[in-house]
């Protein structure tokens, strides 16, 4: 999720994030979410696009929410701001489907606890729900912070060890599998010309035996690589 946040009369792109990865506060760049007191809709600039289909048959009509204006002002608690969301009505007549989609598009502004603001364009619904959840909420402790930090870095650690375990775990299979995959396609083309020795085979039973024995061989060369690689893993 992102949005556009206003900085020195330019747009920029931030990235709602946790802190530490995978744990803390939310942010949105550098500002904590933890400490947002109110986020109000300053201006609605959302759009509707309607899309059309054409249908072969006439099908029952069905309704759904219409796309909603975004109003400003505080509306259930301190967000101000009623989404209307991606929804859309769906109608059908004839042999044609129409249904209408809100592109939201939101000036919001946001006020923080330690007195500092932001202007910021919200587009996705996800980002209006992160910070409705967010306004209000008891702002994280040192304590807290310290705690999130440490558990995000030993889940990192876990990660990373896993990783290097894996990649070990390819480095050792990987010969076995391929020296495996060529003993079999080495058999097969052993195989092949025994048969052809035995049978003293013409040239054209030669040539198909050739074309066709290669082939077979290289295919059940890679088969036996790779039942090799998946049965030495499972075994791990």
Not at 182 to 198: E, Q
Request: charged content about 20%; overall charge positive; proline content about 2%.
């Amino acid at each position: 999720m992102e949005a556009t946040v206003f900085q020195n009369g330019k747009e920029v792109r931030m990235r709602f994030r946790r802190m530490f990865e995978t744990d803390g506060p939310w942010m949105l760049g550098e500002m904590r979410l933890d400490k947002l007191q109110s986020a109000e809709v300053a201006r609605d600039a959302s759009t509707v696009t309607t899309h059309e289909q054409s249908l072969s048959t006439t099908t029952t009509s069905a309704t759904s929410a219409a796309g909603r204006a975004i109003v400003g002002g505080l509306v259930a608690g301190p967000f101000g701001a009623i989404i209307g969301g991606s929804g859309g009505r769906q109608t059908t007549s004839g042999s044609s489907i129409s249904h209408q989609v809100l592109n939201s598009f939101v000036y919001l502004d946001l006020l923080f606890s330690d007195g500092s603001s932001a202007k910021i364009i919200v587009k996705d619904e996800g980002a209006f729900k992160l910070l409705q959840m967010q306004v209000g909420q008891p702002e994280w402790t040192l304590e807290q912070i310290e705690e999130s930090k440490r558990r995000a870095a030993k889940r990192s650690e876990l990660v990373r060890s896993k990783k290097k375990k894996d990649a070990e775990l390819e480095a050792e299979i990987r010969p076995k599998a391929a020296l495996a995959g060529w003993i079999c396609f080495v058999l097969v083309v052993m195989l092949c010309g025994a048969f052809l020795y035995v049978t003293d085979a013409d040239g054209v039973l030669l040539g198909f035996a050739i074309i066709m024995g290669l082939p077979s061989a290289a295919i059940l060369g890679v088969l036996a690589k790779k039942v090799t690689y998946a049965w030495i893993k499972s075994n791990r």
